[in-house]
Protein backbone atom coordinates (compact mmCIF):
# COMPACT_ATOMS: atom_id res chain seq x y z
CA UNK A 1 0.00 0.00 0.00
CA UNK A 2 0.93 3.66 -0.89
CA UNK A 3 1.97 5.50 2.04
CA UNK A 4 3.97 8.55 2.98
CA UNK A 5 5.18 9.27 7.00
CA UNK A 6 6.29 12.17 8.39
CA UNK A 7 8.17 13.02 11.36
CA UNK A 8 8.34 14.90 13.63
CA UNK A 9 4.40 14.58 14.50
CA UNK A 10 4.85 18.30 15.89
CA UNK A 11 7.95 20.94 16.56
CA UNK A 12 8.11 24.14 18.31
CA UNK A 13 11.72 26.49 17.32
CA UNK A 14 12.04 29.82 18.19
CA UNK A 15 11.86 32.00 15.33
CA UNK A 16 15.23 32.47 13.45
CA UNK A 17 16.17 29.36 14.28
CA UNK A 18 16.56 26.66 11.65
CA UNK A 19 14.86 22.88 11.59
CA UNK A 20 14.21 19.81 9.72
CA UNK A 21 11.11 17.90 9.05
CA UNK A 22 11.63 14.19 7.43
CA UNK A 23 9.42 12.33 5.26
CA UNK A 24 9.15 8.60 4.24
CA UNK A 25 7.69 6.64 1.64
CA UNK A 26 6.76 3.67 0.02
CA UNK A 27 4.75 4.75 -2.75
CA UNK A 28 5.36 2.76 -5.82
CA UNK A 29 6.05 3.69 -8.66
CA UNK A 30 7.38 7.29 -8.21
CA UNK A 31 6.90 10.07 -10.43
CA UNK A 32 7.65 13.50 -8.48
CA UNK A 33 7.73 14.45 -4.52
CA UNK A 34 6.18 17.60 -3.58
CA UNK A 35 6.30 19.75 -0.31
CA UNK A 36 3.22 21.72 0.49
CA UNK A 37 2.52 24.52 3.84
CA UNK A 38 -0.93 24.62 4.74
CA UNK A 39 -2.15 27.29 6.96
CA UNK A 40 -5.10 26.30 9.83
CA UNK A 41 -8.35 26.08 7.61
CA UNK A 42 -6.53 27.10 4.50
CA UNK A 43 -5.72 24.91 1.17
CA UNK A 44 -1.98 23.77 0.48
CA UNK A 45 0.28 25.95 -1.10
CA UNK A 46 2.98 24.11 -3.33
CA UNK A 47 6.80 25.07 -1.79
CA UNK A 48 9.01 22.76 -3.92
CA UNK A 49 8.54 20.13 -6.71
CA UNK A 50 11.10 16.96 -7.32
CA UNK A 51 11.36 14.14 -9.30
CA UNK A 52 13.58 11.22 -9.12
CA UNK A 53 16.28 12.63 -10.59
CA UNK A 54 16.24 15.92 -8.34
CA UNK A 55 18.63 15.51 -4.83
CA UNK A 56 17.73 19.39 -4.06
CA UNK A 57 15.66 22.11 -5.03
CA UNK A 58 15.13 25.48 -2.90
CA UNK A 59 12.55 27.97 -2.65
CA UNK A 60 13.92 30.93 -0.76
CA UNK A 61 14.38 29.58 2.66
CA UNK A 62 12.78 26.61 2.08
CA UNK A 63 15.21 23.43 0.81
CA UNK A 64 13.86 20.27 0.06
CA UNK A 65 16.14 17.19 -0.31
CA UNK A 66 15.34 13.60 -1.99
CA UNK A 67 16.93 10.20 -1.96
CA UNK A 68 15.16 8.30 -4.01
CA UNK A 69 17.46 5.13 -3.59
CA UNK A 70 16.19 5.22 0.48
CA UNK A 71 13.17 6.66 -0.30
CA UNK A 72 13.67 9.45 2.41
CA UNK A 73 13.39 13.33 1.89
CA UNK A 74 13.38 16.14 3.95
CA UNK A 75 12.47 20.10 4.22
CA UNK A 76 14.60 22.55 5.82
CA UNK A 77 13.88 26.15 6.93
CA UNK A 78 16.24 28.26 7.58
CA UNK A 79 15.96 31.46 9.39
CA UNK A 80 12.57 30.72 10.25
CA UNK A 81 9.57 33.59 11.23
CA UNK A 82 6.37 33.65 12.58
CA UNK A 83 4.85 32.97 9.61
CA UNK A 84 6.29 29.79 8.83
CA UNK A 85 3.59 27.76 11.24
CA UNK A 86 1.51 25.84 9.45
CA UNK A 87 1.13 22.04 8.84
CA UNK A 88 4.07 20.78 6.09
CA UNK A 89 3.16 18.01 3.93
CA UNK A 90 4.92 15.53 2.15
CA UNK A 91 3.38 14.15 -0.76
CA UNK A 92 4.31 11.88 -3.45
CA UNK A 93 3.47 11.25 -6.76
CA UNK A 94 2.90 7.39 -8.15
CA UNK A 95 1.25 8.36 -11.26
CA UNK A 96 2.51 12.55 -12.33
CA UNK A 97 -1.20 13.28 -11.17
CA UNK A 98 -2.46 11.44 -8.27
CA UNK A 99 -1.06 12.95 -5.13
CA UNK A 100 -0.95 10.83 -1.87
CA UNK A 101 -0.65 12.62 1.26
CA UNK A 102 1.77 12.56 4.35
CA UNK A 103 -0.41 13.75 7.51
CA UNK A 104 2.00 16.53 7.98
CA UNK A 105 4.08 18.05 10.60
CA UNK A 106 2.47 21.20 12.80
CA UNK A 107 5.15 23.69 12.71
CA UNK A 108 4.95 26.15 15.35
CA UNK A 109 7.32 29.08 15.42
CA UNK A 110 7.70 30.76 19.05
CA UNK A 111 8.88 34.42 19.48
CA UNK B 1 -2.12 36.32 -9.31
CA UNK B 2 -4.72 33.87 -10.39
CA UNK B 3 -6.07 31.78 -7.70
CA UNK B 4 -9.07 28.88 -7.04
CA UNK B 5 -12.21 29.90 -5.51
CA UNK B 6 -14.28 27.33 -3.55
CA UNK B 7 -18.02 28.42 -2.75
CA UNK B 8 -19.51 28.25 -0.20
CA UNK B 9 -16.76 28.38 2.56
CA UNK B 10 -19.09 26.43 5.14
CA UNK B 11 -22.11 24.31 4.21
CA UNK B 12 -24.05 22.47 6.85
CA UNK B 13 -26.89 20.04 5.89
CA UNK B 14 -28.65 16.67 7.38
CA UNK B 15 -27.77 13.57 6.82
CA UNK B 16 -29.42 12.30 3.54
CA UNK B 17 -29.50 15.53 1.26
CA UNK B 18 -28.05 16.46 -1.47
CA UNK B 19 -25.24 18.66 -1.62
CA UNK B 20 -23.09 20.27 -4.47
CA UNK B 21 -19.79 22.19 -3.70
CA UNK B 22 -18.77 24.20 -6.16
CA UNK B 23 -15.05 25.45 -7.47
CA UNK B 24 -14.31 28.26 -10.56
CA UNK B 25 -10.47 27.10 -11.18
CA UNK B 26 -7.88 29.16 -12.28
CA UNK B 27 -8.71 29.93 -15.81
CA UNK B 28 -6.42 28.71 -18.72
CA UNK B 29 -6.48 25.09 -16.52
CA UNK B 30 -7.39 21.94 -17.83
CA UNK B 31 -6.96 19.65 -15.38
CA UNK B 32 -9.32 19.59 -11.98
CA UNK B 33 -9.31 17.71 -8.53
CA UNK B 34 -11.11 17.18 -5.88
CA UNK B 35 -10.01 16.23 -2.58
CA UNK B 36 -10.71 16.04 1.12
CA UNK B 37 -9.35 16.45 4.75
CA UNK B 38 -11.48 15.22 7.65
CA UNK B 39 -10.63 16.90 10.81
CA UNK B 40 -7.52 15.96 12.32
CA UNK B 41 -6.52 13.75 9.28
CA UNK B 42 -4.40 13.59 6.29
CA UNK B 43 -5.86 15.36 2.58
CA UNK B 44 -7.19 12.59 0.53
CA UNK B 45 -7.56 12.21 -3.39
CA UNK B 46 -10.97 11.82 -4.51
CA UNK B 47 -11.00 12.36 -7.96
CA UNK B 48 -9.51 13.75 -11.18
CA UNK B 49 -10.73 15.04 -14.07
CA UNK B 50 -10.13 16.04 -17.42
CA UNK B 51 -11.44 17.43 -21.24
CA UNK B 52 -14.66 16.61 -19.71
CA UNK B 53 -14.18 13.23 -18.18
CA UNK B 54 -12.81 11.51 -15.37
CA UNK B 55 -9.33 10.51 -15.51
CA UNK B 56 -8.72 8.62 -12.23
CA UNK B 57 -10.70 8.11 -9.34
CA UNK B 58 -10.39 6.68 -5.51
CA UNK B 59 -11.47 4.24 -3.90
CA UNK B 60 -13.38 6.58 -1.58
CA UNK B 61 -15.44 8.33 -5.04
CA UNK B 62 -18.01 5.76 -4.70
CA UNK B 63 -21.53 6.02 -6.44
CA UNK B 64 -22.97 9.04 -3.97
CA UNK B 65 -19.86 10.94 -5.69
CA UNK B 66 -20.00 12.93 -9.14
CA UNK B 67 -18.00 15.93 -10.28
CA UNK B 68 -19.30 18.23 -13.56
CA UNK B 69 -18.22 20.90 -14.98
CA UNK B 70 -21.37 22.62 -16.22
CA UNK B 71 -20.76 25.74 -18.22
CA UNK B 72 -16.94 26.04 -18.41
CA UNK B 73 -16.08 27.70 -15.25
CA UNK B 74 -17.17 26.25 -12.46
CA UNK B 75 -16.57 22.50 -11.79
CA UNK B 76 -18.91 21.05 -9.25
CA UNK B 77 -18.87 18.01 -6.39
CA UNK B 78 -22.23 16.63 -6.22
CA UNK B 79 -22.61 14.31 -2.74
CA UNK B 80 -26.26 12.71 -3.41
CA UNK B 81 -27.23 11.32 0.17
CA UNK B 82 -25.17 12.68 2.58
CA UNK B 83 -23.44 10.68 5.45
CA UNK B 84 -22.26 11.68 8.92
CA UNK B 85 -18.54 10.53 7.82
CA UNK B 86 -18.72 12.67 4.59
CA UNK B 87 -18.17 15.65 7.29
CA UNK B 88 -14.81 17.19 6.33
CA UNK B 89 -12.81 19.64 4.52
CA UNK B 90 -12.98 19.46 0.36
CA UNK B 91 -10.80 21.05 -1.66
CA UNK B 92 -10.77 21.87 -5.39
CA UNK B 93 -7.23 22.13 -7.20
CA UNK B 94 -6.39 22.94 -10.69
CA UNK B 95 -3.15 22.63 -12.78
CA UNK B 96 -2.13 23.42 -16.31
CA UNK B 97 -0.54 20.60 -17.19
CA UNK B 98 -0.50 16.40 -16.36
CA UNK B 99 2.74 14.43 -15.69
CA UNK B 100 5.41 14.99 -12.93
CA UNK B 101 5.96 19.01 -12.81
CA UNK B 102 1.98 19.60 -12.94
CA UNK B 103 1.50 21.76 -9.49
CA UNK B 104 -1.47 21.77 -8.49
CA UNK B 105 -3.22 24.76 -7.21
CA UNK B 106 -5.62 24.48 -4.46
CA UNK B 107 -8.83 26.02 -3.64
CA UNK B 108 -9.28 27.47 0.30
CA UNK B 109 -11.42 24.89 0.59
CA UNK B 110 -15.29 24.32 1.49
CA UNK B 111 -15.97 23.02 5.40
CA UNK B 112 -19.12 20.13 4.96
CA UNK B 113 -20.69 19.17 8.15
CA UNK B 114 -23.42 16.44 8.33
CA UNK B 115 -26.01 16.38 11.44
Known amino acids: KNQVEQSPQSLIILEGKNCTLQCNYTVSPFSNLRWYKQDTGRGPVSLTIMTFSENTKSNGRYTATLDADTKQSSLHITASQLSDSASYIC??????????FGKGTMLLVSP | EPEVTQTPSHQVTQMGQEVILRCVPI?????FYWYRQILGQKVEFLVS????????KSEIFDDQFSVERPDGSNFTLKIRSTKLEDSAMYFC?????????????FGPGTRLTVL
Open chain 1, 91 to 100: VVSPTGSTLT
Open chain 2, 27 to 31: SNHLY
Open chain 2, 93 to 105: ASSGFSGSRNEQF
Open chain 2, 49 to 56: FYNNEISE
